[in-house]
């Protein structure tokens, strides 16, 4: 007799989670939700730019009503800090005059944007609410490679890829004059990291080059607002430690020539008294721990994320 490989720990995640829409200066507020992904507001002087969308159109209006209690001034601008697509596909509600994003996040939605956003909707259907409301694939209508600067009036907003960690095209907002940063997945607070697409050894460096920026404030991908330095630290830290700790367990389990459901269990038995108590612990593992195991071994860039791939790893994950 077959057995059905049990569903990913998120399908059957189907409570609401609060929202908290926090003021971190006049032109800076943090959208979060209890550890479901998180949306950045930059008030300018003549525009406003969302940094991130929600996942669909209809879970953005109440982005859009929130922004709305605090200025009437345009959304203008999108900022999408990667790819994946629980934090673009509701782009199109802002209806913004420009989408922007890095080089690197165009050239992987062209690569992979598609296969993930099957993939996504299948694993996290509650993040998806109205998926019907999505219009497709969001696509930047601005690139840039490195670093860009916009003027909201006289507010400096800093784009810039600090490098890859999460994805290879993650992007972050600075605000240099108040030290505020957007940092998007690259930092989580009190949520586990997904790093199914992520660059193990080059993330911690990435974690650095914020840390040098010295924020004193910072919106997590995931997780709640960071509004003290010392919060700021904390999350840093976090996301530092869990990264390197699932690499070093995954590493390990390689060179002894254990096989990936054999690493995953080790893996997951070593992290969960530190980090199960993190969102989406359950969720993240097998993901994290197949991509570090790929990037160990012989895949130095993230193969493309499909929803047989995540079936077929599901299942010899449990066989």
Same mark, same amino acid.
Request: charged share 25%; hydrophobic share 40%.
């Given at each position: 007799?077959?057995?059905?490989?049990?569903?990913?720990?998120?399908?059957?995640?189907? !409570?609401?989670?609060?929202?908290?829409?926090?003021? %971190?200066?006049?032109?800076?507020?943090?959208?979060?939700?209890?550890?479901?992904?998180?949306?950045?507001?930059?008030?300018?002087?003549?525009?406003?730019?969302?940094?991130?969308?929600?996942?669909?159109?209809?879970?953005?209006?109440?982005?859009?009503?929130?922004?709305?209690?605090?200025?009437?001034?345009?959304?203008?601008?999108?900022?999408?800090?990667?790819?994946?697509?629980?934090?673009?596909?509701?782009?199109?509600?802002?209806?913004?005059? !420009?989408?922007?994003?890095?080089?690197?996040?165009?050239?992987?939605?062209?690569?992979?944007?598609?296969?993930?956003?099957?993939?996504?909707?299948?694993?996290?259907?509650?993040?998806?609410?109205?998926?019907?409301?999505?219009?497709?694939?969001?696509?930047? *209508?601005m690139t840039f490679k490195g670093e860009m600067t916009?003027?909201?009036?006289?507010?400096?907003?800093?784009?810039?890829?600090?490098?890859?960690?999460?994805?290879?095209?993650?992007?972050?907002?600075?605000?240099?004059?108040?030290?505020?940063?957007?940092?998007?997945? %690259?930092?989580?607070?009190?949520?586990?990291?997904?790093?199914?697409?992520?660059?193990?050894?080059?993330?911690?460096?990435?974690?650095?080059?914020?840390?040098? %920026? !010295?924020?004193?404030?910072?919106?997590?991908?995931?997780?709640?607002?960071? *509004?003290?330095?010392?919060?700021?630290?904390?999350?840093?830290?976090?996301?530092?430690?869990?990264?390197?700790?699932?690499?070093?367990?995954?590493?390990?389990?390689?060179?002894?020539?254990?096989?990936?459901?054999?690493?995953?269990?080790?893996?997951?038995?070593?992290?969960?008294?530190?980090?199960?108590?993190?969102?989406?612990?359950?969720?993240?593992?097998?993901?994290?721990?197949?991509?570090?195991?790929?990037?160990?071994?012989?895949?130095?860039?993230?193969?493309?994320?499909?929803?047989?791939?995540?079936?077929?790893?599901?299942?010899s994950l449990e066989s």
């Amino acid at each position: 007799m077959t057995q059905t490989p049990k569903a990913f720990a998120s399908q059957a995640d189907l !409570q609401e989670k609060k929202v908290t829409f926090t003021k %971190l200066s006049d032109n800076a507020y943090a959208y979060t939700a209890e550890g479901d992904p998180n949306t950045g507001v930059i008030v300018g002087d003549d525009a406003v730019m969302v940094v991130d969308t929600q996942a669909t159109p209809l879970m953005a209006q109440d982005v859009i009503r929130r922004i709305r209690e605090v200025t009437d001034k345009p959304i203008k601008y999108v900022l999408m800090s990667h790819y994946h697509a629980v934090r673009v596909l509701g782009a199109s509600a802002y209806q913004p005059q !420009q989408i922007i994003a890095s080089q690197d996040t165009y050239d992987l939605i062209v690569e992979r944007g598609a296969q993930d956003m099957k993939s996504e909707i299948e694993r996290f259907p509650r993040l998806f609410r109205a998926v019907e409301t999505i219009p497709g694939l969001t696509w930047p *209508t601005m690139t840039f490679k490195g670093e860009m600067t916009l003027w909201l009036g006289k507010l400096e907003v800093k784009l810039m890829q600090l490098g890859r960690g999460h994805t290879k095209g993650d992007t972050v907002a600075w605000l240099p004059q108040q030290k505020i940063l957007f940092s998007g997945d %690259l930092v989580e607070f009190d949520a586990t990291p997904y790093a199914g697409d992520a660059y193990f050894k080059d993330w911690p460096a990435t974690l650095d080059r914020i840390a040098a %920026l !010295q924020p004193s404030a910072l919106v997590p991908g995931r997780g709640a607002a960071l *509004t003290t330095p010392d919060m700021v630290q904390a999350g840093l830290a976090g996301t530092r430690a869990f990264v390197s700790d699932l690499y070093a367990s995954v590493k390990a389990g390689a060179a002894a020539g254990k096989d990936l459901r054999h690493i995953y269990k080790d893996t997951h038995a070593a992290l969960k008294p530190k980090y199960g108590h993190w969102v989406i612990f359950d969720h993240c593992m097998p993901f994290d721990v197949t991509r570090a195991l790929d990037e160990a071994t012989q895949h130095p860039d993230p193969r493309i994320w499909t929803a047989e791939r995540d079936k077929a790893m599901w299942e010899s994950l449990e066989s």
